[in-house]
């Protein structure tokens, strides 16, 4: 490896404000002593862009490749040339070297854009370049010097340490309503309120999914898990509202309106299913309760009124209807005409927990949706 590595950085053209962040991290990486190129400082390449393209690829160290949505969208629906070209030079790379390379390096601005992480590269060490500790993490794996030394190895003492005295193991009970394959799938985008002008009918919350059909399967399958059940002894949602704690990561985010909004996660009834493992016979000590949850952010720039709206109808009527919501155009927005509403695809659910973000403590659940610029 030379002293100075050589690293290319791949990543889709978004608008001017994007390409000087581009700009500013390959100047950054040049800084740190890394040998770092971009288009941005060719933008006239005499042997055109496909060979320019590829000999950055073959010559390079390691190849940094920028997720984000952008990226994602012009690979998949094919419409952005350069991109595609480079995409499938890393893919024939990786086939040619059975995926037992280390040359490639996934990275992304904010954690909203993990998602859009190459198939072939989530095995690998990604980094969050929008953070100091990812873009350290970054430096540091380009240039191989360890974040921890490993200290020598020392003698094998048997006598060193009394044995440990034995401890009975703790069961792990699993409860989740959430299906990862259709959920990553369907990709939750938002919440759409639909309320009783004077307050004379419980109300409708639809959660907005880009895949319509992969959240229609969702919601089917909760209705088949659910047939004779109550849902709110399973599933639990919970709306995380201002004011939220002055560290928490939403209100130094530009992408998050800089705090003004609110967060909706779902998870497990955690109560219900304590009671449920117990009745199967394990122990309240030996208990390990796992589940997995999702959340969303919403921006409330113009006002809480549909939100609070929508809080104030269920709990009047201690009900409420939970369903799919689907865009036939993302481009046209929330007008009505736009949503595909099918109501044949629904939840009738009692209870709907609202807290306030600086409320809750370290052993709430909800309390990583408020960390998460900490790592996940």
Not at 22 to 36: E, P, Q, T, V, Y
Not at 62 to 90: A, L, Q
Not at 218 to 235: G, L, Q, R, V
């Amino acid at each position: 490896m030379p002293k100075s590595p050589k690293v290319f950085i791949s990543y889709s053209h978004v608008d001017n404000i994007f390409e000087q962040k581009m700009l500013s991290f390959a100047n950054k990486l040049r800084s740190d002593g890394i040998d770092a190129d971009i288009d941005l400082y060719n933008p006239v390449p005499f042997e055109g862009w496909p060979r320019w393209m590829e000999k950055q690829i073959l010559n390079s160290d390691y190849i940094i490749v920028v997720c984000s949505e952008s990226y994602w969208n012009k690979i998949y629906n094919s419409n952005g040339k350069g991109v595609i070209w480079e995409v499938n030079m890393v893919y024939q790379m990786l086939y040619d070297e059975h995926c037992n390379t280390s040359k490639f390096i996934p990275v992304f601005w904010n954690e909203d854009d993990k998602q859009y992480v190459l198939q072939p590269l989530k095995p690998y060490t990604h980094y969050n370049i929008g953070t100091e500790e990812g873009y350290q993490g970054l430096w540091r794996h380009i240039l191989n010097i360890p974040k921890y030394q490993k200290p020598s190895l020392g003698e094998v003492d048997e006598t060193k340490y009394e044995p440990l005295p034995e401890k009975k193991g703790r069961t792990m009970f699993f409860s989740t309503p959430i299906n990862l394959e259709l959920w990553d799938a369907a990709r939750w985008k938002g919440v759409v309120y639909m309320l009783s002008p004077d307050d004379s009918a419980p109300p409708v919350v639809g959660f907005l999914y880009r895949d319509y059909e992969a959240a229609k399967e969702i919601f089917k399958e909760w209705m088949k898990n659910y047939e004779d059940k109550s849902p709110d002894d399973y599933m639990k949602i919970t709306y995380i509202v201002p004011p939220l704690p002055k560290d928490c990561y939403v209100n130094f985010d530009p992408e998050k309106s800089f705090g003004k909004g609110y967060f909706v996660h779902i998870g497990v009834n955690a109560d219900a299913a304590v009671k449920r493992a117990m009745e199967s016979g394990i122990e309240e000590e030996h208990l390990l309760l796992t589940f997995i949850s999702r959340y969303i952010w919403v921006d409330e720039m113009n006002g809480s009124i549909f939100r609070e709206g929508f809080l104030r109808q269920a709990k009047k009527f201690h009900q409420y209807t939970l369903i799919p919501i689907g865009m036939k155009d993302e481009n046209r927005g929330f007008s009505q005409d736009n949503l595909i509403i099918e109501h044949a695809y629904c939840l009738h659910m009692k209870n709907v927990d609202c807290k306030r973000g600086i409320d809750i403590g370290e052993n709430d659940d909800c309390k990583a949706v408020l960390t998460r610029a900490n790592g996940e």
